[in-house]
């Protein structure tokens, strides 16, 4: 027994022992476990945060209305954010992994000094401005900023690239350069309008009585001639003026000629003059056809054409809207067009282009003249619809053609320019605001029987401001809705496959279509599918047989034509 209570003694501070020990483990265990979790909910918190960092990053870029790409150091697309792809016409997706000169240059030779490379090898940041092409689309003008990216141990990973799109602010810059200069140039058209007035009224007085009187000096000279003569005979070398007898025989009547022509010249300044002063004089103007002026004013030129030898070719603009003008006043600047070439040409194998056509874009119909010559002479050139200003010196021009065919122009609110082309000789363009042509209504025939769509078609055609499509199906019918976009749909109800009603389920559940008028031909009055087409609503109904002139009614009616 004192053996069992001695053990029991001795065993008492062993299990305290171990338990406090347990307990300090235990509680080791606990703060670790617990440290373990904290640096866990840490980590996942910091991760939580950087993820949703790079997710504003990401969300921000993928927003920005410029375009931001990162190209790695073998010039290879890693990243292109939403607004890259939309400016340069591409899917952003499609740009990741290409070359960067696929994408911004047009030959691989160009990537030896584009700023990208520079980049890559100086690391300063570059920023140019440069045109691209893209996929058939205009070109754009481009502003772009290169910035190098720098990995932890400071070297160059790349490059980030952000591209704006400046062709819209250039064109802008552009047209306002090109208004102020029109503008100046109107101002000082204005001020050479009222100043040759003035003088075209001063000179043409004196010019009348010169030209009279040379007129008058030569049938005296005539009749004075016989006189001389015999006067002659009794004091033989007696001179006159200082002139022989002999000398004003042979010579009188050419200087009296050539004072005639100087004085005709003089009249026909002041005339030129008087019509380019007069800004106002023209006309109201009317509905015309370019082609119709350039007919007529080559007509008027063709006499002067075939005194050249110049070959002289027409091709006119087909389906040209017209412009509103005056009819003489357009002809007469086709007439200087052509005369200005014809004396610029000065070789035998002269050649002279004429062409019209109609820019959709600008709403603009135009002429172009272009002749094979020497082209416009640069000290000229700033001036060259200045009064006055011509190139030939042999008489045969004063410089008011071009002056006058300005001022036609701008009274007709166009535009006249020229330029020097690459293979020779200058061409002259001339752009005229173009009356709005009215848009025809696009009508859509759905029948499955030949026999009616073409008495639509008939019926309908009569009628010059409707477009007739047709389609002998509804499924075929339903893609020709999407391509065309009609206006008016014309609709028969029983068809094979998809029929008259199950299309026009189609075209009410779309909301793109609600404008669409739809108009219903049926010859069974009885047929249950009328009524789901009243319920859906928005449609007219014509029964069979179709009545022409009642049919003819209700297509201007819904198209308010």
């Known amino acids: 027994m004192p053996d069992s209570t001695a053990a029991e003694n001795l065993r008492t501070p062993l299990l305290d022992d171990l338990e406090a020990k347990v307990r300090e483990r235990t509680a080791l265990l606990e703060a670790a476990n617990q440290r373990l979790q904290r640096e866990i909910g840490d980590r996942l918190e910091a991760e939580t945060a950087l993820l949703a960092s790079q997710e504003r990053y990401r969300t921000l870029i993928e927003n920005m209305t410029i375009g931001i790409s990162l190209i790695g150091p073998d010039l290879r697309i890693i990243m292109a954010n939403q607004a890259t792809g939309r400016i340069l016409g591409r899917n952003p997706e499609e740009l990741v992994g ?31 401005e440069k045109t691209v092409s893209r996929n058939g689309l205009p070109p754009l003008r481009l502003h772009i900023r290169s910035f190098p990216v720098r990995d932890s141990g400071g070297g160059i990973s790349g490059f980030i690239k952000i591209i704006e799109d400046i062709t819209e602010k250039k064109r802008s810059e552009e047209e306002k350069e090109i208004l102020q200069a029109q503008l100046h140039q109107a101002q000082k058209m204005k001020a050479l309008g009222t100043m040759v007035a003035g003088v075209a009224h001063e000179i043409n007085n004196p010019t009348n009585l010169l030209a009279i009187n040379t007129s008058l000096l030569h049938k005296v000279w005539q009749d004075f001639l016989p006189l001389l003569e015999k006067q002659e005979e009794r004091e033989p070398g007696h001179k006159y003026g200082g002139l022989p007898v002999s000398y004003l025989r042979s010579h009188l009547t050419t200087l009296l000629a050539d004072m005639d022509m100087a004085a005709n010249r003089i009249a026909r300044i002041v005339r030129d003059l008087k019509q380019f002063a007069s800004r106002t004089d023209l006309p109201a103007h009317e509905p015309m056809q370019l082609n119709a002026a350039v007919h007529n004013g080559l007509r008027l030129a063709q006499t002067a054409v075939r005194k050249a030898g110049v070959a002289l070719d027409f091709s006119p603009g087909q389906e040209m809207p017209e412009m509103a003008g005056n009819l003489a006043g357009i002809e007469q600047v086709v007439i200087n067009l052509v005369v200005n070439a014809l004396q610029a040409i000065g070789h035998d194998h002269g050649r002279i282009e004429i062409s019209t056509g109609f820019e959709p874009g600008s709403g603009r119909v ?26 030939k010196h042999d008489g045969d021009s004063i410089g008011l053609g071009l002056s006058i065919s300005y001022t036609i122009v701008k009274n007709h609110h166009g535009e006249i320019s020229f330029r020097n082309r690459e293979e020779g000789g200058a061409l002259f363009s001339v752009f005229f605001p173009a009356l709005e ?35 002998d199906d509804g499924l075929e019918g339903s893609l020709l809705i999407g391509t065309e976009r009609p206006e008016l749909l014309i609709l ?17 559940r779309n909301p793109e279509l609600a404008n669409m008028k739809v108009l219903f031909m049926t010859g069974y009055s009885d047929d249950r599918r009328l009524e789901e087409i009243a319920r859906l609503g928005g449609a007219e109904i014509l029964y069979k047989p179709l009545d022409i002139k009642e049919l003819r009614k209700k297509v201007v009616a819904l198209l308010g034509k």
């Open 98 to 128: 290409r070359k960067c000169f696929e994408i911004f240059s047009d030959s691989r030779e160009a990537c030896a000094d584009c700023p990208g490379s520079r980049v890559l090898t100086n690391g300063i940041a570059q920023e140019t």
């Open 366 to 391: 135009f002429l172009l003249v272009a002749d094979n010559g020497p082209g416009i002479a640069p000290e000229i050139a700033a001036n060259l619809f200045d009064p006055f200003v011509t190139g």
């Open 437 to 471: 042509r009215r848009k025809k209504a696009k009508i859509l025939v759905v029948d499955d029987d030949k026999m009616i769509r073409d008495l639509l078609r008939t019926c309908l055609r009569a009628l010059p401001e409707y477009e007739i499509v047709e389609a």
């Open 492 to 508: 028969d109800i029983f068809m094979p496959g998809m029929d008259g009603l199950e299309l026009y389920q189609v075209i009410r």
